[in-house]
């Protein structure tokens, strides 16, 4: 007989670094009253949490809770997986056949389910099914749905004044160090040129410009960096780049229609400062200037887009340059500053997003159903850090219109299309957490730590906001999960040098004699490795390899002296005290065949598997799925179940662990667990 289903519609809000610490706090606050809802009504943890699996890390997790299996088995072990050849090598995670373990969704489209994969960073892209019943949309990086392939143009601060003698434009890109680029003045007319696709990221991407790899990473399929840990303080994407420009405001000159008499021009360059948009300063009707107009010429009368006030204009249509061709594509602005004279302008352009992109969505059909009823794919902001302006006006509004779109775009498919299964994922909160919850401690120079605490209780209260987009099918028969790959926390403590998210960890690696670099005539360290002398290397969030004969090309370590080689480097770790606190940096440090109890084994890890102290780690990643931080925050993900099937029990005695989500989803829905899966389903909240 078949199993009688006790849920026939299921939706998983994955809601990326959300932890349960801020959330209770805020919800017994009485600021987040749809999570607060969910979880009267629902099942949960008296805490929130979820019991995460290692690494902290985006697409690992997202791997984990889709297929129910650990990295060790699944095979997708950090934001970047490891080249099994050169050792100082990284090898792009987010791509689905790396994954060696079945997934949820596939399951279900079998079982006959329409279900819908909506940027779930995690194994989601290219669609590993056929079937009809599975609808996908990118997946291919976390950040935001279109980001790696429709982003054409980076986003602009502008700042225009009386004052400037000449208009120049500052390209972030061009520069050794974002906004350090000698200054030109902009050429206002360009000859375009037909340019064919750039393949300079097909191969391996060898970093010299740390900016251009913060904007690019998602398009290099392979990278060589090595990190030498000399950032301080700052969030990871703190010092994202952003073109910056100077503009000359005068009277206006040559518009080919009527203009107001007391207007005064600027303008904005695009498209790295190759495409001239001139700009209108007026005033209102108190004979203040208020209010900017941007217009794509001299010659049109009609604006690209009226600024006043502090609202940011969205979806707004204007052309860019993509490889010297101009395409149509959508861009975000927002006035920061007019002096009421109209002396001086500051404004903020967001990055351009391609609109004819529908490459990573199946069927493609999807992707114009989706704008043409819910509006543009929103485009991204990575503007923020330690800039409390920009983090407050820029990156949490734009994050915001984010999840709105993002809500109606779910809820049309739900609604339209008939899905009757929905893993989504939404990135606010890890974004925004990278970018300045690192500042809610209070750092020298930087702006009071209480601002940057305000604006983390804001993006939690945003995340309710999305969250209240779907309270509504609780009454139509759907369950509703809450979860997380990984939480935030704020740490306390300096930064272990030791672990890297983005190549390999030079640090204390180095310094304790395991990892040795190349050396020029004049005895200057080289970023090169001098695998002669190099027995092993840390790369990546927690691995260590060794440099084994007859693995690696250059390896010196003979096996038969491995497990020597590795007890060598597992004390020495233990032993390390870092200089600035005096305290040990590593609490657990694993040979990979010990690594299972973490999940953690298997090809795909390392050789040895570590993991940083409590204090000393960054957002999350580093350490242990149990860490806390500053300003009541943690590493740990969470967890909350509403709806039908499951059952009223906000005091949920047993620990539920991410691979727990699968096989409890399966059970639900009444078909079979995906193969691999390790977990187990969560009997205790099921009617």
């Known amino acids: 007989m078949k199993q009688e289903t006790k849920a026939d519609k299921v939706l998983v809000l994955g809601l990326d670094g959300m932890e349960p610490l801020t959330t209770k706090r805020l919800v017994d606050a009485g600021k987040m009253p749809n999570t607060k809802k969910l979880i009267e009504m629902g099942a949960a943890k008296k805490g929130l949490e979820l019991l995460g699996a290692m690494p902290t890390i985006t697409p690992a997790q997202w791997t984990t809770l889709a297929t129910g299996a650990y990295p060790g088995t699944h095979g997708v072990t950090d934001f970047f997986n490891q080249d099994l050849v050169d050792l100082d090598t990284i ?23 329409k279900t819908l994969v909506f940027h779930w960073p995690g194994s989601s892209w290219p669609p590993t099914s056929e079937n009809e019943n599975l609808y996908v949309v990118d997946g291919t990086q976390p950040a935001s749905v279109n980001y790696s392939i429709a982003n054409i143009d980076i986003e602009k601060y502008i700042e225009a004044s009386k004052d400037f003698e000449a208009n120049k434009f500052f390209d972030a890109i061009a520069a050794a160090n974002a906004g350090a680029a000698a200054a030109d003045c902009v050429i206002d007319n360009l000859d375009l040129e037909e340019g064919e696709e750039e393949k300079k990221y097909d191969g391996v991407s060898e970093i010299k410009n740390k900016d251009e790899m913060l904007l690019n990473r998602y398009k290099m399929k392979k990278i060589k960096n090595f990190d030498f840990h000399e950032q301080k303080g700052a969030g990871y994407l703190d010092k994202v780049p952003f073109d910056r420009i100077e503009s000359v405001i005068s ?17 904005i360059f695009i498209s790295g400062g190759k495409l001239r948009r001139p700009c ?24 690209l887009v009226t600024l006043t006030g502090d609202t940011i204009a969205t979806d707004v249509l204007d052309e860019v340059l993509e490889h010297g061709k101009k395409v149509l594509a959508t ?72 999840t709105l779109w993002q809500a109606r775009a779910l809820n049309y498919m739900i609604e339209e299309k008939g899905m009757e299964v929905v893993f989504s994922h939404c990135h606010s909160i890890d974004h925004q957490a990278h970018q300045y919850w690192n500042y809610a401690l209070q750092k020298e120079g930087a702006p009071p730590e209480t601002e940057f ?18 309270m509504h099918l609780l009454d139509k028969g759907w369950t509703i999960f809450i979860v997380s790959d990984h939480g935030e926390q704020i740490h306390y403590e300096p930064l272990a040098k030791l672990g890297s998210p983005m ?12 990892t040795v670099l190349k050396k020029d005539e004049q005895g200057n360290e080289l970023e090169e490795i001098d695998w ?6 840390s790369i990546r969030t927690s691995y260590i390899w060794i440099n084994l004969k007859g693995r690696n090309p250059n390896g010196i370590v003979d096996p038969a002296d491995k497990e020597a080689v590795e007890e060598a480097i597992i004390d020495s770790l233990y032993a390390y005290k870092d200089p600035a606190t005096g305290k040990r940096i590593v ?29 000393c780690v960054g957002e999350h990643g580093l350490g242990l799925s149990t860490y806390t931080g500053y300003y009541g925050t943690s590493v740990s993900p969470i967890f909350i179940a509403a709806g039908k099937g499951i059952v009223n029990n906000p005091d949920l005695q047993r620990n539920v662990r991410q691979v727990d989500l699968a096989p409890t989803m399966a059970s639900l829905l009444g078909v079979r667990m995906p193969e691999h899966c390790e977990g187990a389903p969560v009997y205790q909240i099921l009617e």
């Open 251 to 267: 009277q206006p000159a040559n518009w080919k229609f009527d203009i107001p008499a007391d207007a005064l021009e600027f303008a």
């Open 503 to 514: 190549g390999v960890s030079l640090g204390v690696m180095k310094e304790l004699g395991w």
């Open 331 to 402: 861009s975000y602005y927002k006035l920061l500053e007019v002096s009421p004279d109209g002396s001086k302008v500051r404004m903020w352009r967001s990055t351009a997003f391609k609109v004819d992109c529908d490459d990573r969505w199946s069927p493609k059909s999807i992707y114009k159903d989706i704008i043409e009823n819910c509006g543009y794919v929103p485009v991204f902001t990575q503007i923020g850090g330690s800039n409390i302006e920009f983090s407050r006006e820029i990156l949490n509004p734009v994050w915001r219109l984010n």
């Open 91 to 113: 090898v792009y995670g987010l791509d689905s056949r790396l994954c060696r373990s079945e997934l949820l969704w596939n399951v279900t489209a079998e079982a006959g389910k």
């Open 453 to 470: 605490q305000a604006l983390i209780d804001k993006t939690y209260q945003d995340t309710d906001e999305y969250i209240g987009q779907f």
């Open 280 to 303: 209108l300063i007026l005033k209102n009707a108190e004979g203040i200037y208020d209010t900017v107009s941007i217009y794509k010429s001299k010659n049109d009368p009609q604006p």
């Open 532 to 537: 002669t002398k190099t027995k092993a290397v």
């Open 587 to 615: 609490s657990m440090a694993l040979k990979n065949k010990d690594a299972i109890i973490l999940g953690m084994d298997g090809p795909e890890t390392g050789d040895i598997i570590v993991m940083n102290r409590e204090g």
